[in-house]
């Protein structure tokens, strides 16, 4: 992602900004975390090399549905204590 001279990223689209929220797993209990955590990583290292367009949008609202299908599968298991 580019940089402007002081060091400072410039602002996302805010459709980008708008699907990164999803990617949040801070709130889950610790075994959903674990499966939500690793889409939500990479959410933010395509964020970081890619440019904002359609594109990006429709990866990344694509990934939200499969995270979302994980995690829901994922409800069907015993957590680990």
């Given amino acids: 992602m580019t940089q402007h001279s002081d060091g400072s990223v410039p602002p996302r689209h805010p ?13 889950l209990p610790a075994h959903l975390q674990a499966v939500s955590k690793p889409c939500g990583d990479l959410a933010q290292e395509l964020v970081a090399v890619l440019p904002d367009g ?17 995690v829901r599968a994922a409800l069907d298991t015993t957590p680990e204590t």
Avoid at 15 to 27: I, P, V
Avoid at 58 to 67: I, P, S
């Fill in 15 to 27: 459709a980008t900004e708008h699907l990164l929220r999803y990617f949040e797993y801070g709130h």
């Fill in 54 to 70: 359609p594109e990006l949008s429709a990866g990344l609202r694509k990934l939200l549905e499969a995270k979302d299908c994980f």
